[in-house]
Nanobody, 127 residues
Framework: VQLQASGGGLVLEGGSLRLSCVAS????????MGWFRQAPGKEREFVVA????????DYADFVKGRFTVSRDNDKNTVYLQMNGLKPEDTAVYYC?????????????????????WGQGTLVTVSS
């Protein structure tokens, strides 16, 4: 599976962006799609993960209520709607895919090393 992320850009604080991640290849319900981000000088961090079936979703605490993940299975695309953006959301955002679920009780605990990665898209939030 190859992933292509897009939709990043420059936005003012409080603004919104929608990121897209198109997956090539066949995806089944067992796959988990994840969004991660990496700010300058910081480690990559988990943002959200969702099962391709939509039955499970897990958000990082710092985006709950602001970010929403959704899928269009017909288009093999996962979206990340980001509202109420803050300067600290500035980062390169990456989408990723994994079939590793066990033995984790939360999708957010799946280690990044288990994912296959797409290229990132830069989100810059100015104050």
């Amino acid at each position: 599976v190859q992933l292509q992320a897009s939709g990043g850009g420059l936005v003012l604080e409080g603004g919104s962006l929608r990121l897209s991640c198109v997956a090539s290849g066949r995806l089944s319900s067992r796959y988990i799609m994840g969004w991660f981000r990496q700010a300058p000088g910081k480690e990559r961090e988990f943002v959200v993960a969702t099962s391709w079936s939509g039955s499970r979703t897990d958000y990082a605490d710092f985006v709950k209520g602001r970010f929403t993940v959704s899928r269009d299975n017909d288009k093999n695309t996962v979206y990340l709607q980001m509202n109420g953006l803050k300067p600290e959301d500035t980062a390169v955002y990456y989408c990723a895919v994994t079939s590793t679920i066990d033995p984790y009780d939360r999708l957010g605990k799946i280690p990044p090393s288990s994912y296959d990665w797409g290229q990132g898209t830069l989100v810059t939030v100015s104050s």
